[in-house]
């Protein structure tokens, strides 16, 4: 499997960018690779029960400056259902979902802009406030 580069951002507000190979949504610990790491054997175990999210990006660093696409255009469509999500600590996403149900652990949250540094987040239900659907 190949790794995966992600950001993990915790309910505190601490943030880990690094890569994983065993993230499943159904499994409540995971491991990460930093990425400023020279080393393979330095691993942190993450509890899922922890977290914010999971990001999957493109690249660490993003563009701050880039201003994403919240919402579809006249005529798009998407697949699943648009979704907003507000996390306790008031940040708010906004995608695509087609497995949210609140009593699960969390979620996969797809941008509707394709031009996102983020392929998709992995929302976890413990860390939301309130979401509802568009």
Known sequence: MEPSKIVVRYSSGKILKG???????????FHVRRHDSGSAGDLVQIAVGELKAVFFVRDFGGNPKYDEKKRLRDGERSQGRMIEVTFLDGELLTGT??????????????????????????????????????
Do not use: E, H, M
Request: aromatic residues 18%.
């Open 19 to 29: 890569y994983t190979q065993n993230f499943f949504p159904n499994k409540p610990v």
């Open 97 to 134: 979902t087609t497995g949210y149900d609140p009593k699960r652990p969390g979620f996969f949250l797809f941008p509707i802009d394709p031009a996102s540094n983020n392929i998709k987040a992995y929302v976890v239900s413990g860390a939301v406030g309130k979401a509802r659907f568009l």
